[in-house]
């Protein structure tokens, strides 16, 4: 009796043209997951299972001169190197274009969105409220994990306060992390210390080491930069 009406069903819903609504009895296989976005950095990529999971928003934190952008740029170029396109929201409009194309960014597969100065009223520059600054940049994040098609979206949040950005509900970064749940692209916030990441998402966190010098001792040496030393505070969870 079963079996008969179940194919009653299956015939008026091939008359209604439904029929792609039937399933069989195969069991359901989840879609392969996509491969993380490299750091470039070997040691820290295998440290993390390949680098920074898709589908998740991850944390990346440090103090000023602590090669947090430098990493982020590292990501971004990753990503365009291999032909994906790639957004930034600048919060506090401190991007330098120069140094990431050295790094190896592509910069024509770079959705770059400025925060910073606006047109007032009067039809000058006018700076806005840090509070509505952060607010914009949020927004945008949420329209460009929206519209999808992106690699890797990150939100530089590197030189607004702690206090301010604590000051936000758990609640926004929460519909960031459902925004990217499950999808192809990498979601990074990138701020002094780290901001809530989801659960699949790594935090990294950096710290500045000791200076590089080349030539002799005194005058003759030349300054080469800073020893970045990158720490997984929490890595991807299994399963």
Not at 9 to 37: F, H, I, N
Not at 81 to 109: C, K, M
Not at 169 to 177: E, I, K, M, V, Y
Not at 182 to 192: K, Y
Request: with cysteine; proline share 8%.
């Amino acid at each position: 009796m079963a079996s008969l009406a179940r194919a009653d069903l299956e015939s008026l819903l091939r008359a209604r043209k439904l029929d792609g609504t039937l399933t069989t009895a195969r069991p359901w296989l989840a879609a392969p997951e996509a491969p993380p976005v490299a750091t470039g950095l070997a040691a820290l990529d295998a440290e993390l299972g390949g680098g920074v999971p898709r589908g998740h928003v991850s944390a990346l934190a440090g103090p000023p001169s602590s090669g947090r952008r430098s990493l982020l740029v590292r990501l971004l170029a990753g990503v365009t190197a291999d032909g994906e396109l790639a957004a930034l929201i600048d919060a506090r409009d401190t991007f330098d274009p120069e140094s990431a194309v050295a790094l190896g960014l592509d910069l024509s597969r770079l959705l770059w969105i400025r925060g910073g100065p606006v047109t007032g009223p009067d039809g000058r520059p006018a700076t806005l409220p840090l509070e509505r600054q952060v607010d914009r940049a949020l927004k945008a994040a949420a329209l460009v994990l929206q519209a999808g098609g992106f690699g890797v979206v990150a939100l530089d949040f590197a030189d607004v306060p702690d206090r301010l950005l604590r000051g936000y509900p758990f609640t926004t970064w929460l519909r960031l992390a459902r925004l990217v749940e499950g999808g192809r692209t990498a979601c990074v916030l990138v701020a002094e210390r780290p901001l809530a990441p989801s659960a699949g998402g790594v935090t990294l966190v950096l710290a500045p080491g000791g200076a590089r010098w080349s030539g002799d001792a005194g005058r003759a040496r030349l300054f080469r930069g800073l020893e970045i030393g990158p720490r997984v505070v929490r890595a991807r969870r299994a399963g």
